[in-house]
């Protein structure tokens, strides 16, 4: 059983285009988070939610909305996308101590 | 500067060296730490927390240093299966803020 699952994995699209990542976790935890990691393999926190509230928006384009209908959900869209966007997208949930991350999904923007 | 900083490596070692990881974090607010494992193409995941004391677990040690702001990983016996990119992880919290923050990762090469 997977604790912390997002789709999808793959995402190729071509620029200019709307599309969603979504993340579940069934851990229980109260914070989630969106990381993007780019080609140099930096890891940048973009988001940050607890309890379905927004606490941590690490200046992020307008264009990325994130949405947490309850607390063991949290979904990225992306409006307008664009080249600089592709890199590879994990979702993590965490409670006191340690993060546990999904899969990552690659986003390719073409 | 970054929030975390480490050398990106890569570090090239022979199967049985010894090898240590450094980095250093801006913040001295900042409350726990910890020492993550990411595989080519996969999620990072816990190595190990960083306890003021010192810890560690098998072939892993880890230090931290809060006057100086500087957190160290040391692998002995170094594995084929270690290779991997090491990355230096600090929780920050501050009011309703809960963040971690991720340095940019070491990459580890064992050599047969």
């Known amino acids: 059983d997977t604790a912390v699952s997002q789709t999808p994995k793959y995402l190729v699209t071509q620029m200019g285009n709307d599309k969603s990542i979504k993340c579940e976790q069934n851990?229980?935890?109260?914070?989630m988070y969106w990381y993007k990691q780019d080609s140099k393999k930096f890891l940048k926190i973009m988001f940050s939610?607890?309890?379905?509230?927004?606490?941590i928006n690490e200046t992020v384009p307008n264009r990325f909305s994130p949405k947490s209908p309850d607390k063991a959900h949290l979904n990225l869209h992306i409006n307008s996308l664009e080249l600089g966007d592709s890199a590879v997208y994990f979702c993590?949930?965490?409670?006191?101590?340690?993060?546990?991350f999904g899969q990552g999904t690659r986003l390719t923007v073409v | 500067r970054k929030e975390v900083e480490q050398d990106p490596g890569p570090f090239n070692v022979p199967e049985g060296a010894t090898v240590a990881f450094n980095c250093t974090y801006s913040?001295?607010?900042?409350?726990?730490f910890f020492w993550y494992r990411q595989d080519c193409r996969k999620e990072p995941k816990l190595l190990m927390s960083?306890?003021?004391s010192g810890n560690e677990d098998g072939r892993f040690t880890a230090q931290l240093n809060r006057a100086s702001q500087y957190i160290s990983l040391l692998i002995r016996d170094s594995k084929l299966s270690d290779s991997a990119t090491y990355l230096c992880?600090?929780?920050?919290?501050?009011?309703?803020?809960?963040?971690?923050?991720f340095g940019t990762g070491t990459l580890l090469a064992v050599q047969p």
């Open positions: 993590a949930s965490s409670q006191a101590s340690e993060a546990f």
């Open positions: 851990l229980g935890h109260d914070t």
């Open positions: 939610y607890n309890n379905k509230e927004l606490i």
């Open positions: 913040n001295s607010a900042s409350q726990s």
């Open positions: 960083v306890y003021s």
């Open positions: 992880v600090v929780r920050f919290y501050g009011g309703a803020t809960n963040k971690l923050i």
